[in-house]
C-alpha cells in the first residue's frame, strides 16, 4: 500500500513563498514519476507540476512556470513544491500524486494517470 502525506501549506501574503512535502511510503519511490495537483473551491482539480522518475524531468502549468519548482529527493522518499511570488489565485487544497507505470521520463500531467494520492493541504494567498 503506497501512501503520501503532504505538508508545509499555510497563508501567507502575496508575494511570498511557501514549500510543500510530500512523503511517499509503502514502496520504491524512486519507481514513480511524481505530480502536483491543486483544487481551488468550486473547481477542477488541475495540474500544477510533475517529474519524472529518473532524469528529473519536469513540467509545469502555465500558470505556475517560472514561479513554481518541483523536486525530488529519492533519499528521503520525498517530493517538494517549492512556491513562490505567490498569488491570491493560487489558493487551493494542494495535491501530490504518484504515477506507479511511469516510464523513465515521461511526466504525466492528468489525474487518471496518477494512482495514488495524498490527503491534500491547504494554500491560502491573501492580498
Known amino acids: 500500500q503506497v501512501q503520501l502525506a503532504e505538508s508545509g501549506g499555510g497563508s501567507v501574503q502575496a508575494g511570498g513563498s511557501l514549500r510543500l512535502s510530500c512523503a511517499i511510503s509503502?514502496?520504491?519511490?524512486?519507481?514513480?514519476?511524481m505530480g502536483w495537483f491543486r483544487q481551488a473551491l468550486g473547481k477542477e482539480r488541475e495540474f500544477v507540476a510533475g517529474?519524472?522518475?529518473?532524469?528529473?524531468?519536469?513540467f509545469y502549468a502555465d500558470s505556475v512556470k517560472g514561479r513554481f519548482t518541483i523536486s525530488r529527493d529519492n533519499a528521503k522518499n520525498t517530493v517538494y513544491l517549492q512556491m513562490n511570488s505567490l498569488k491570491p489565485e493560487d489558493t487551493a487544497v494542494y495535491y501530490c500524486?504518484?504515477?506507479?507505470?511511469?516510464?523513465?521520463?515521461?511526466?504525466?500531467?492528468?489525474?487518471?494517470?496518477?494512482?495514488?494520492w495524498g490527503q491534500g493541504t491547504q494554500v491560502t494567498v491573501y492580498s
Open positions: 517529474i519524472s522518475r529518473s532524469f528529473s524531468r519536469t
Open positions: 500524486a504518484a504515477n506507479v507505470l511511469a516510464s523513465a521520463r515521461a511526466v504525466a500531467t492528468t489525474t487518471p494517470e496518477y494512482n495514488y
Open positions: 509503502g514502496r520504491t519511490f524512486n519507481n514513480y514519476g
